[in-house]
């Protein structure tokens, strides 16, 4: 019953942008947490000793502390990011395209 | 219900007295069992009054589509918060150090590919498990029937790990017997999940949360106290005191090989995204926005938990290692690696807050095994009763039936898988449940939302190879194969069989796609462009019911 909808949808040039635009952002954030997260995981495997060693002189907190920790705080400011552009951003053209087909939105 | 309900507490209570002889140490803790029975009472009446709302399918499923965001996040953590990664993790920190923490991060990166990749078009295309996604141009047979098996089997395993804490926990605190302990959690949390579906299994969930990340947040605080607010204080106090030294502050066994680390990692990160009972809490919010919001407070939430663990673990190395009084005549701990969490609360807090911290890791586990039963019955009712058996034709009312007889069954099963794997480690059977979440469920469900030439045959073939594969491996590998059946030597010598497994899906499923010349292949890549249109915009999904 939402056939002719999604070929009004589709036919519109802005819902094209919209889905390029997003698959792009999210693409780009997926690529940033994989990259990061594998880089970490293979210095594990390859060279732990790096993480091993100390933040600074003396110190007995070694740099694998901070640097997953970090990790943990990306993951989550990654995700506040995403949310932010997409709930605002992407939902108003989407909101906009949909009065356009005469679809309700919240 | 409750009068049932209060006989089987008392009579727990009346066999603690029975096992007190044998089990001396544990003295009855008053304080841990007045709060238990306070948190089994307040969900007993959240069940109440969740039965009262759940009349329809969309009710029992997905608490009517009305849960918020927030709400959301907080529930998807709480899955996630569960014991094996409250007690696992910080006993993993506890006995290697910095080797939990990297368990933990593993956990927490599946979120972010969750939400970029799989979470808003889940919610779009959904309406009551993953599997309707999968099989929303598809041949329905064939891939529900796939899917709730890869459901089924990751339910399962989880609740093993879920069981076996549970038992051990119970054990300690109460001083029940094992079996007697499985048999308490088993029937508490088929009386939730039967009577108050998704509601009541959502809000016993946000509520032990809370109830955790409060405890948890002042263990670490009290630890720091303890260590005058200082990290370099309370490592080097650590080093000093652990039997491996400077060893905890650097990556050490958990991960030995390029194999297993990426294999880990894969298992963890697309394990998260094809675990049914989270997959299933994207269907209780209203809207793709919602279902943002959701994970953006659970990876915060999750986040924060896992910082909190790892300040647990060093605390107990710092209070528990060094305290006879929770030690056996050997150095280890009474009750195992797994109670390190649990006797730091007493280090730091006395019996209050240990019965504090106890009855709120028994709420734990109560919160999960519901979700997950709810999540096993769900692919038991909706995808393979109502969707396969009865192919659409069905009454309402028997879906629910059927869904409540699957609730009880499952759970029998659970507490007998739960006496026979009492002695495993309970992070790693996790960890076997990613295994098949990843090989089985992700592939077919992501590719399902991206791939317009996915074709049944595709998706069956190929899901099915992921699926046996990593069961195979696991039986073959080092944990069932050596540790369980008393084998020398593993015929599959890794413990995680992600990275294979996952690729053989993926390669299974393109070539089993690409090679379909069927005149039905042709109509599900026809079919692929409304599809897309709705997963992009949400026009003709499900949305809340209205009460």
Sequence with gaps: MYADIYDKIKADSEFQTLVKERRAFSLKLSFIILALYFSFILTIAYAPSIFATPIFEGSVISLGIPVGIGLILIAFILTGVYVKRANHDFDATLNRLKEDVGVQHD | ?547
Excluded at chain 2, 352 to 362: D, P
């Design chain 2, 1 to 547: 219900m409750i009068k049932m309900l209060s006989l089987l507490l008392i009579s727990s209570f009346l066999l603690a007295d029975a096992f007190n002889e044998e089990v001396q140490k544990q003295s009855l803790n008053i304080s841990a069992i007045v709060m238990f029975i306070l948190f089994v009472g307040a969900t007993l009446v959240i069940t109440y009054w969740a039965a009262k709302r759940t009349s329809t399918a969309k009710d029992f499923y997905t608490a009517g589509g009305g849960i918020s965001g927030f709400q959301n996040g907080l529930a998807i953590a709480g899955d996630y918060m569960s014991a094996a990664s409250f007690l696992g993790i910080s006993a993993l920190v506890y006995a290697n150090g910095y080797d939990g923490l990297i368990y933990s991060i593993g956990f927490l990166v599946g979120w972010p590919i969750i939400l970029f990749m799989v979470a808003e078009k889940l919610r779009n295309l959904g309406k009551f498990t993953f599997a309707d996604v999968a099989s929303y141009r598809l041949s329905q047979k064939p891939i529900r029937i796939l899917a709730s098996f890869g459901a089924i089997a990751t339910v399962t395993l989880y609740l093993i790990a879920q069981m076996v804490g549970s038992g051990k926990l119970i054990q300690l605190l109460f001083g029940l017997d094992y079996e007697v302990a499985v048999l308490l959690v088993g029937v508490l949390m088929i009386l939730y999940v039967t009577f108050g579906g998704m509601l009541a299994t959502t809000w016993v969930q946000i509520i032990k949360a809370v109830l955790l990340l409060s405890g948890a947040s002042f263990m670490a605080f009290m630890v720091m106290k303890n260590m005058g607010f200082s990290f370099e204080a309370l490592f080097a106090k650590a080093i000093e005191v652990h039997p491996k030294a400077e060893a905890i502050m650097a990556p050490g066994g958990l991960i030995s090989d390029p194999v297993s680390a990426i294999s880990l990692a894969i298992a963890l990160m697309f394990g998260t995204a094809g675990l049914p009972h989270i997959l299933m809490r994207f269907f209780t919010v209203s809207n793709a926005k919602e279902a943002r919001k959701s994970v953006f407070y659970a990876t915060g939430f999750i986040g924060y938990f896992y910082m909190l663990t790892f300040i647990i673990g060093f605390g107990a190395i710092v209070l528990v290692s060094t305290n006879p009084e929770y030690l056996e005549a050997g150095k280890a701990l009474i009750g195992g690696n797994n109670m390190a969490a649990i006797h730091l609360s007493h280090a730091i807090g006395g019996d209050l807050f240990l019965g504090f911290i106890s009855a709120v890791a028994f709420a734990t586990i109560l919160a999960v095994v519901s979700g997950l039963t709810l999540a096993g019955a769900s692919a038991i009712s909706h995808d393979l009763y109502a969707n396969v058996f009865v192919s659409g034709k069905h009454d309402e009312k028997k879906e629910m039936k059927v869904s409540k007889i699957a609730t009880i069954v499952l759970g029998l099963v659970t507490i007998l898988l739960g006496i026979a794997f009492e002695e495993q480690n309970i992070a790693f059977m996790v960890g076997l449940a990613f295994a098949i979440a990843a090989s089985a469920n992700f592939p077919i469900l992501f590719l399902s939302i991206y791939w317009s030439k996915l074709t049944t045959r595709g998706a069956f073939y190929g899901g099915s190879l992921g699926l046996l594969t990593a069961i195979i491996l696991v039986i073959l590998g080092p944990i069932v194969w050596v540790d369980i059946l008393g084998n020398a030597q593993a015929l599959f010598p890794y413990k995680y069989p992600a990275l294979f497994s996952v690729s053989l899906a993926f390669v299974g499923i393109y070539l089993f796609s690409i090679t379909d010349k069927s005149p039905r292949a042709k109509e599900e890549e026809a079919a692929f462009e409304h599809q897309f249109i709705r997963s992009e915009t949400g026009i003709g999904s499900e949305g809340a019911s209205k009460h």
